[in-house]
């Protein structure tokens, strides 16, 4: 039952573009910053995003996030087929004592 | 290089009880809140809660408040996640993810999840 409404899948053929949204209220994603982690099959998930648009050292900057009052957007360019996997937006909740909230996850196929 | 290990799966009948853990090296343990996270067969994620080794501050998340204990030990630099009384519900992915970046004050906490654990998977079954 999580917070945070994303889009079940999204695909896109290699090199192009795909963007991921990630819809919340003003006690979560309007009142916090957002950071979006990816989970390659059979791995632990890996941040990408944090604080809303910066990437962590090493990402590639064909990653790249926003946000616009209680919604964020993941952008993928140059798609490959590396990047076939799930990708999670989190934020901190206020109205839940604190808690960490996720996203429900979307699938990213190369086609 | 910043670093956390998890213990190794375990398989374990309803009922019973566990402690898994998760060792941080390469950064001051105690100075950066660690967090639990679980991941259901082929579902999302799940924050569990959080806690601060320096001084074994917790904060759970209230879908689990009540059914783990998280703690500590900053002698060896290890956070756990316990049950005392595992479920078949509990068959999960358990992951611990360093609070980099960030800190919890007050009813408040900041931050972003980097780096993670590679995981344990705990199997409950008669």
């Known amino acids: 039952q999580s917070v945070l409404t994303q889009p079940p899948s999204v695909s896109a053929a290699p090199g192009q573009k795909v963007t991921i949204s990630c819809s919340g209220s003003?006690?979560?994603?309007?009142?916090?910053?957002v950071s979006w982690y990816q989970q390659l099959p059979g791995t632990a998930p890996k941040l990408l995003i944090y604080d809303n648009n910066k990437r962590p050292s090493g990402i590639p900057d064909r990653f790249s996030g926003s946000k616009s009052g209680t919604s964020a957007t993941l952008g993928i360019t140059g798609l490959q087929t590396g990047d076939e996997a799930d990708y999670y937006c989190g934020t901190w909740d206020s109205s839940l004592s604190a808690s960490y909230v996720f996203g429900t996850g979307t699938k990213v196929t190369v086609l | 290089e910043v670093q956390l290990v998890q213990s190794g799966a375990e398989v374990k009948k309803p009922g019973e009880s566990l402690k898994i853990s998760c060792k941080g090296s390469g950064y001051s343990f105690t100075s950066y809140w660690i967090g639990w996270v679980r991941q259901m067969p082929g579902k999302g994620l799940e924050w569990m809660g959080i806690i601060y080794p320096g001084d074994s501050d917790t904060r759970y998340s209230p879908s689990f408040q009540g059914q783990v204990t998280i703690s500590a030990d900053k002698s060896i630099s290890t956070a756990y996640l316990q049950w005392s009384s595992l479920k078949a519900s509990d068959t999960a992915m358990y992951y611990c993810a360093r609070l980099g970046g960030g800190y919890c004050s007050g009813g408040s906490c900041y931050g972003e999840f980097d780096p993670w654990g590679q995981g344990t998977l705990v199997t409950v079954s008669s």
């Open positions: 003003s006690s979560n994603i309007g009142n916090n910053y």
